[in-house]
């Protein structure tokens, strides 16, 4: 597969980089569907309301004659274009395919439920899942500026800072990083321009540079990699054409290459693969079509074929899959409608299912799930409202429930999670607001804290405090109409930036118009809207319809960002806008009902005159401004362009009308014209009661 790799709207078909970050959501091309058919819709926003992102596989429903590839690129356009502006990012949608992937925020999400050319709508992993990585005894974080930290037990360099030191807190080992994983002594990074590198040890060639050894620093092994999956003693990559390859330890067929022969350099096993996952001793892997397939050692029925035999080449286990996990004797599934499914070993409870029965095939444990990861024999899953969970296995306190007792069922352990990750006997987390996590064995630093004491319960990983709030500002204001007329409503149209470096909820945008004084909550003409995830630098519109106008007078409008709706709330001044507006007194509807022209056909060089009836038919008296006649004016009139003049109306009663005459009009050039009247004390040419209340003449100017 070509991937064509979007940027950020506005300029979809203009910007295009190799950035293996976007990579990392390689498109699931499922079943299509004959509406935007979301697979659970309410789990998506949910989903989206607690990141502030989300990232989305969508089919596209061309016209029925767009079996042709650039059929589908346009409709591919199109749709991107309909999203608001600054509401998604990472595009990516391989040459000729009807799918594709990008990142959306809540504005993002709701226009492509809504798309017509949107088939169906279903989340498509979490990529920030690939920022950490959880190893047998040390651990690995991508910070959001692409550099790589690590800590914990080193003793075969698996830190790669060139030493075989355990690290107490987190050292820094790489910069542009977008996605990494942690083996047993060995580990790996993706770096921006896709490129594949490794350290550790490597006696059965799992760093797939064609020794064994020790490398304390990183080796590039592969380029064009899109995602890595590291494990005990062998290695699984993701090329960006979709290519699958493995190396290292196949002792039980776990390289999926048909063979049992270690590998010290990389095999290609698949094509058109997704995503994957390395366990201990077998490898899990989901192709484009959404199919799961696994191979390797099988003992615990750790493959999910109904077996308990090892292969060697894939078989095929499950179908409508959108992420894999597979722990040291078991496996989860998450499938496309974020139901999880669980199979293999079960001793120590780690299917959740609320059993200690192994399973041949797989068995459903939740629903509503965005992500998984198992570890060795413990399973963490983050649900779509940003929950942890954790079952399994609780030596040293893996699980976070404050306990080391096995859980044999889900139990609750965070909130407002966005990443986790499962390693031997301790787990990792980052939350939305930025902090790191880690809780359980720390017997070599690997929860990065500082000591080796084990942690039942999480504790924050030192240099990943939580980053600053968000700080939501108003940053424009529009109003409909400009002038809205006397005791009328109106709307405003409301600009919100996060320019914050996170994530974050804005939660209420206040609008205050027309109050007396003090302002406050709940005073006439006080309105407000709610607002879910807005990710760092991205902006949002909102509009807030039903504003009372008032009485006629200069006016202000004040917007600002405030929850709480406290009028004493110390970032008020920052975060507030003002409009200035005017409300228009009412008065009644003034119409052109009839024009007379003398002589009605002029000649060139002449003058002539526009003899035009105007008609209050308004309820009430008022005066009617001006009259404006347009004659002979070029293609784009305007006011006081040659041939316009104007009349004073005065005031009518309610249905009376009056006629008036306009001399001194130019006859102009020879042949058909018209003459324009109407209404219009502002002489403005978008006004939006022109088509209202003007009437036309149409005449020829004789030679």
């Given at each position: 597969?070509?991937f064509?790799i979007?940027l950020?709207?506005?300029?979809?078909?203009?910007?295009?980089?190799?950035?293996?970050?976007?990579?990392?959501?390689?498109?699931?091309?499922?079943a299509?569907?004959?509406?935007?058919e979301?697979?659970?819709?309410?789990a998506?926003?949910?989903?989206?309301?607690?990141?502030?992102?989300?990232?989305l596989?969508?089919?596209?429903?061309a016209?029925?004659?767009?079996?042709a590839a650039?059929?589908l690129?346009q409709?591919?356009?199109d749709?991107?274009?309909?999203?608001?502006?600054?509401?998604?990012?990472?595009?990516?949608?391989?040459?000729?395919?009807?799918?594709?992937?990008?990142?959306v925020?809540a504005?993002?999400?709701?226009?492509l439920?809504?798309?017509?050319?949107?088939?169906?709508?279903?989340?498509a992993?979490?990529?920030?899942?690939?920022?950490?990585?959880?190893?047998?005894?040390?651990?690995?974080?991508?910070?959001?500026?692409?550099s790589?930290?690590?800590?914990g037990?080193?003793?075969g360099?698996?830190?790669?800072?060139?030493?075989?030191?355990?690290?107490?807190?987190?050292?820094?080992?790489?910069?542009?990083?977008?996605?990494?994983?942690?083996?047993?002594?060995?580990?790996?990074?993706?770096?921006?321009?896709?490129?594949?590198?490794?350290?550790?040890?490597?006696?059965?060639?799992?760093?797939?540079?064609?020794?064994?050894?020790?490398?304390?620093?990183?080796?590039?092994?592969?380029?064009?990699?899109?995602?890595?999956?590291?494990?005990?003693?062998?290695?699984?990559?993701?090329?960006?054409d979709?290519?699958?390859?493995?190396?290292?330890?196949?002792?039980?067929?776990?390289?999926?290459d048909?063979?049992?022969t270690?590998?010290?350099?990389?095999?290609?096993?698949?094509?058109?693969?997704?995503?994957?996952?390395?366990?201990?001793?077998?490898?899990?892997?989901?192709?484009?079509?959404?199919?799961?397939?696994?191979?390797?050692?099988?003992?615990?029925?750790?493959?999910?074929?109904?077996?308990?035999?090892?292969?060697?080449t894939?078989?095929?286990?499950?179908?409508?899959?959108?992420?894999?996990?597979?722990?040291?004797?078991?496996t989860?599934?998450?499938?496309?409608?974020?139901s999880?499914?669980?199979?293999?070993?079960?001793?120590?409870?780690?299917?959740?299912?609320?059993?200690?029965?192994?399973?041949?095939?797989?068995?459903q444990?939740?629903?509503?799930?965005?992500?998984?990861?198992?570890?060795?024999?413990?399973?963490?899953?983050l649900?779509?409202?940003?929950s942890?969970?954790?079952?399994?296995s609780?030596?040293?306190?893996?699980?976070?429930?404050?306990?080391t007792?096995?859980?044999?069922a889900?139990?609750?352990?965070?909130?407002?999670?966005?990443?986790?990750?499962?390693?031997?006997?301790?787990?990792?987390?980052?939350?939305?607001d930025?902090?790191?996590?880690?809780?359980?064995?720390?017997?070599?630093?690997?929860?990065?804290?500082g000591?080796?004491?084990?942690?039942?319960?999480?504790?924050?990983?030192?240099?990943?405090?939580?980053?600053?709030?968000?700080?939501?500002v108003?940053?424009?204001?529009?109003?409909?109409?400009?002038?809205?007329?006397?005791?009328g409503?109106?709307?405003?149209?409301?600009?919100?930036?996060?320019?914050g470096?996170v994530?974050?909820?804005?939660?209420?945008?206040?609008?205050?118009?027309?109050q007396?004084?003090?302002?406050?909550?709940?005073a006439?003409?006080?309105?407000?809207?709610?607002?879910?995830?807005?990710?760092a630098?991205?902006?949002?519109?909102?509009?807030?319809?039903?504003l009372?106008?008032g009485?006629?007078g200069?006016?202000?409008?004040?917007?600002?960002?405030?929850?709480?709706?406290?009028?004493?709330e110390?970032?008020?001044?920052n975060n507030?806008?003002?409009?200035?507006?005017?409300?228009?007194?009412?008065?009644?509807?003034?119409?052109?009902?009839?024009?007379?022209?003398?002589?009605?056909?002029?000649?060139v060089?002449a003058?002539?005159?526009?003899?035009?009836?105007?008609?209050?038919?308004?309820?009430?008296?008022?005066?009617?401004?001006?009259?404006?006649v347009?004659?002979?004016?070029?293609?784009?009139?305007?006011?006081?362009?040659d041939?316009?003049t104007?009349?004073?109306?005065?005031t009518?009663?309610?249905?009376?009308?009056?006629?008036?005459t306009?001399?001194?009009?130019?006859?102009?050039?020879p042949?058909?014209?018209?003459?324009?009247?109407?209404v219009d004390?502002?002489?403005?040419?978008?006004?939006?009661s022109e088509?209202?209340?003007?009437?036309?003449?149409?005449?020829?100017?004789?030679p």
């Amino acid at each position: 597969m070509i991937f064509g790799i979007f940027l950020r709207h506005p300029e979809p078909r203009d910007q295009r980089a190799a950035t293996i970050g976007l990579c990392l959501m390689l498109a699931l091309n499922l079943a299509q569907g004959q509406a935007a058919e979301p697979t659970n819709p309410a789990a998506l926003r949910d989903q989206v309301a607690v990141v502030g992102w989300l990232a989305l596989r969508v089919e596209l429903r061309a016209p029925e004659q767009a079996a042709a590839a650039d059929n589908l690129e346009q409709t591919a356009q199109d749709l991107l274009f309909a999203l608001p502006a600054g509401s998604y990012d990472g595009v990516q949608r391989a040459a000729g395919s009807a799918s594709l992937t990008l990142r959306v925020d809540a504005a993002g999400l709701d226009a492509l439920l809504l798309s017509p050319l949107a088939a169906t709508v279903a989340a498509a992993g979490n990529p920030e899942m690939q920022r950490l990585a959880a190893g047998h005894a040390h651990s690995l974080a991508v910070k959001t500026d692409g550099s790589l930290w690590a800590w914990g037990g080193n003793w075969g360099a698996q830190l790669g800072d060139g030493t075989t030191t355990d690290r107490l807190t987190p050292i820094q080992v790489l910069t542009g990083v977008t996605a990494v994983s942690a083996g047993n002594v060995h580990t790996l990074a993706v770096r921006t321009d896709a490129s594949l590198w490794a350290w550790g040890y490597s006696v059965y060639g799992q760093l797939g540079d064609g020794t064994t050894g020790t490398r304390s620093v990183p080796v590039q092994i592969l380029t064009n990699v899109a995602a890595v999956s590291a494990t005990n003693l062998h290695t699984l990559a993701i090329k960006t054409d979709g290519g699958l390859w493995a190396w290292g330890f196949n002792n039980y067929g776990q390289l999926g290459d048909g063979t049992t022969t270690n590998r010290s350099t990389p095999v290609q096993v698949l094509s058109g693969v997704a995503a994957m996952s390395a366990g201990l001793l077998h490898s899990l892997a989901i192709q484009t079509d959404g199919s799961l397939w696994a191979w390797g050692w099988n003992e615990y029925a750790q493959l999910g074929d109904g077996a308990t035999t090892n292969r060697s080449t894939p078989v095929q286990v499950l179908t409508g899959v959108a992420a894999v996990s597979a722990g040291a004797y078991h496996t989860l599934a998450l499938k496309t409608d974020g139901s999880l499914w669980a199979w293999g070993a079960n001793w120590y409870g780690q299917l959740g299912d609320g059993t200690t029965t192994d399973r041949l095939t797989p068995a459903q444990v939740l629903t509503g799930v965005a992500a998984v990861s198992a570890g060795s024999n413990h399973t963490l899953a983050l649900k779509t409202d940003g929950s942890l969970w954790a079952w399994g296995s609780n030596t040293g306190g893996a699980l976070g429930d404050g306990t080391t007792e096995r859980r044999l069922a889900p139990v609750e352990v965070l909130t407002r999670v966005t990443a986790m990750s499962a390693g031997n006997s301790h787990s990792l987390a980052r939350k939305t607001d930025g902090s790191l996590w880690a809780w359980g064995g720390n017997s070599r630093s690997q929860l990065g804290d500082g000591t080796t004491m084990n942690r039942p319960s999480p504790v924050p990983v030192t240099g990943f405090a939580a980053a600053p709030a968000p700080d939501f500002v108003v940053t424009g204001v529009t109003l409909n109409p400009l002038d809205p007329s006397a005791n009328g409503t109106f709307s405003a149209t409301v600009t919100v930036r996060n320019q914050g470096t996170v994530s974050g909820a804005p939660g209420t945008v206040q609008i205050w118009a027309n109050q007396t004084s003090p302002q406050g909550c709940s005073a006439v003409g006080n309105r407000s809207a709610s607002m879910t995830g807005l990710g760092a630098g991205a902006v949002r519109n909102v509009t807030v319809s039903g504003l009372p106008a008032g009485s006629a007078g200069a006016k202000t409008l004040r917007v600002f960002v405030d929850s709480q709706c406290q009028t004493a709330e110390p970032d008020e001044t920052n975060n507030q806008f003002i409009k200035a507006y005017t409300v228009r007194q009412s008065r009644p509807d003034f119409v052109v009902t009839r024009i007379v022209l003398t002589p009605a056909s002029p000649r060139v060089g002449a003058t002539f005159s526009a003899a035009v009836t105007v008609k209050n038919q308004g309820s009430m008296s008022g005066n009617g401004g001006y009259l404006d006649v347009w004659a002979d004016q070029p293609t784009a009139p305007t006011c006081r362009a040659d041939g316009d003049t104007f009349a004073s109306v005065g005031t009518l009663a309610a249905g009376a009308s009056t006629t008036l005459t306009v001399d001194g009009l130019l006859g102009g050039t020879p042949g058909a014209k018209t003459l324009r009247a109407f209404v219009d004390s502002y002489c403005d040419t978008q006004e939006t009661s022109e088509n209202n209340n003007q009437k036309t003449a149409v005449y020829t100017v004789a030679p």
